[in-house]
């Protein structure tokens, strides 16, 4: 079998909280389009108070290199990090998915995890939001799920504690071939999750 005949890889089930999306609009206002427009503000009020004449190719200026980026970024970011921020929970993995520009999956099996935590930053808790770390032993770092509300991060963590506990220490009555499957039935069975519902 030849690369191009390996199926793509579907996207993980879950989708995270739709609350996520305010979260990340006042993200970008406090941290990136708010900073911007409030230069452009400030640089047009500065040209109106002593440099008048600069003003018909100011304005064009700042609204090319500041305002409109600004704009944009706080419209865009939040709807494409949104629709790329997904999740999964499997029989043997946690499967993942982020990012609005460049898109990242990753699917960490449950015998790699060494920790599990919830972080809620100051704007998060506004909106009822936590995003959940999973750390695991690979080279490749942490796992990280953006968005979610407070009880489903909660319960989502419980699930992947339990599930790492149950991949480590497999029940000394089942057949060989479960106890010993590879790593790489991680990937063959994420599509069964083990937490229909929990998002």
């Known amino acids: 079998m030849s690369l191009s005949d390996v199926p793509g890889l579907r996207p993980p089930r879950h989708p995270v909280h739709p609350r996520a999306r305010t979260w990340w609009t006042a993200q970008a206002l406090v941290t990136v389009s708010g900073p911007m427009l409030l230069t452009a503000l400030a640089l047009g009020l500065l040209s109106v108070l002593f440099f008048a004449g600069a003003l018909p190719w100011l304005v064009p200026l700042l609204v090319v290199t500041l305002v409109a980026p600004a704009l944009a970024y706080a419209f865009l ?26 898109r990242r999956r990753r699917i960490t099996p449950l015998s790699q995890v060494q920790t599990v935590d919830t972080v809620r930053g100051p704007i998060q808790r506004r909106y009822g939001l936590a995003t959940l770390t999973v750390t695991t032993a690979s080279t490749a770092g942490e796992v990280r799920i953006a968005g979610l509300a407070d009880a489903d991060a909660e319960e989502l963590a419980r699930l992947i504690g339990r599930a790492t506990h149950t991949a480590r220490t497999p029940d000394a009555h089942a ?11 991680a990937h063959a069975r994420v599509d069964r999750p083990g937490t229909e519902g929990v998002a």
């Open 77 to 102: 970011m939040p709807r494409r990090r949104y629709a790329g921020h997904a999740w999964e929970l499997g029989a043997h993995a946690v499967y993942a998915a982020d990012g609005w520009i460049w």
């Open 175 to 185: 057949a060989p071939d479960a106890r010993t499957a590879p790593a790489s039935d």
